[in-house]
């Protein structure tokens, strides 16, 4: 991965470079930020700047991810009593090769693991610390990238801040975190922290632009949906068939929600609506969360004829998108967004998805009638 093909952080860019010129790199860093903003190529870019500097030859063996100083951790289910990673290396070198912008959800496709927990384990700190306490195979560096190190357990946890405490001599330890909540404090509080913000539009625009052949109103859906993620984009790009699915659920939602005030029988729906739903793997679970998110507040706009902001509109199987907006305003938005935000929550808790998604469905037949 190279500096320039890193999706706008202009800034981060700049303070990775001049700690490496100033020879202010620090031992344990922690980078902060979802995937798609590009918190694992800012990694490898910095790695690679940092072996090169020792060996030029290094380049080309980072950007394979085959140097035998740069050693990558990240979270895998347990098989058969197995949860070290190596044994899924492969897998993970070829999605990141592909897309390093790639995320957990990707992964877990990739594996094909369902609803199977993905950690990173006790023994596969154990593991790193065997490797960690060997010599550098070129005689400089040694890099180790842990990828989501916020899925490591408690336990796996503990092991790793004593390495943490006492790293081997001439190692860079770089943590990659999508949030912080399930990080032990300890660990933080010894590791410099690079919060990575989402990519400005415009850089993420360019980059859209000058890869794909795009009208300029996908474009600007796409500019407004990803949020600066550019993962997403790039999922939404490649293929609708997602947001068809997530479009027709979330108009089933809300039917359903309409109705129940005079046909109560029609909440079973509703809780069909959920089995369905939690059946997926976490991370589509969420993604579904963040879409009715951006619908119902897309909804409001539209009522409060904001129609310029308004990128996205569901008109799909007879629904009337118009109508449904009226019916979104200050009287209950805070409400439903709140109760969503609730079982993003949950889920990531991970709280009985079925219970989750049936009360959360239920819920919005309390808020859609609400008088403005």
């Not at 100033?22 to 930020?33: D, K, M, P, T, Y």
């Not at 129609?307 to 009287?331: D, P, T």
């Not at 439903?336 to 993003?344: R, V």
């Not at 991970?350 to 859609?368: C, E, H, M, P, S």
């Amino acid at each position: 991965m190279n500096w320039e093909d890193i999706v706008g952080q202009k800034k981060i860019i700049a303070t990775l470079k001049d700690a490496i010129n100033n020879e202010r790199v620090s031992h344990a860093q922690l980078f902060i930020g979802e995937e798609g903003y590009g918190v694992l190529p800012l990694a490898l870019a910095y790695a690679k700047e940092i072996l090169k500097r020792e060996n030029e030859n290094a380049s080309q063996k980072v950007e394979h991810l085959n140097h035998l100083d740069l050693h990558f951790s990240f979270p895998v289910f347990t098989e058969k009593n197995n949860s070290l990673s190596q044994r899924l290396f492969e897998d993970f070198r070829k999605m990141i090769l592909e897309n390093p912008y790639a995320s957990i959800n990707d992964w877990n496709e990739i594996l094909d693991a369902q609803n199977k927990q993905f950690l990173i384990s006790a023994d596969e700190v154990d593991a790193l610390n065997q490797k960690f306490a060997l010599k550098s195979f070129e005689g400089g560096t040694k890099i180790l990238i842990i990828w989501r190190v916020d899925k490591m357990n408690v336990t796996a946890a503990n092991k790793f801040l004593k390495f943490l405490e006492e790293p081997p001599k001439k190692t860079i330890i770089l943590l990659l975190a999508e949030k912080i909540d399930t990080i032990l404090p300890t660990i933080l509080s010894r590791c410099q922290a690079v919060e990575v913000p989402r990519i400005d539009d415009d850089s993420l625009s360019v980059t859209i632009q000058n890869k794909f052949e795009i009208s300029d109103e996908k474009l600007r859906e796409v500019i407004h949906q990803s949020q600066g993620n550019y993962n997403t984009a790039l999922q939404m790009l490649s293929s609708n068939e997602t947001s068809d699915e997530f479009e027709s659920l979330f108009i089933d939602w809300v039917r359903n929600a309409f109705m129940a005030k005079k046909k109560p029988e029609v909440l079973k729906n509703i809780v069909f609506w959920g089995r369905n739903i939690s059946s997926w793997n976490r991370e589509k679970q969420k993604s579904f969360l963040d879409f009715c998110s951006e619908m119902f507040r897309l909804a409001l706009l539209q009522n409060y004829d904001a129609n310029n902001l308004v990128y996205k509109k569901i008109n799909k199987n007879g629904f009337n998108w118009e109508a449904f907006a009226n019916f979104i305003h200050g009287a209950n938005i805070v409400d439903i967004l709140e109760e969503i935000s609730t079982a993003d929550l949950h889920l990531y808790r991970n709280a009985n998805a079925k219970i989750v998604w049936t009360d959360l469905g239920i819920k919005l037949t309390r808020y859609i009638h609400r008088s403005a």
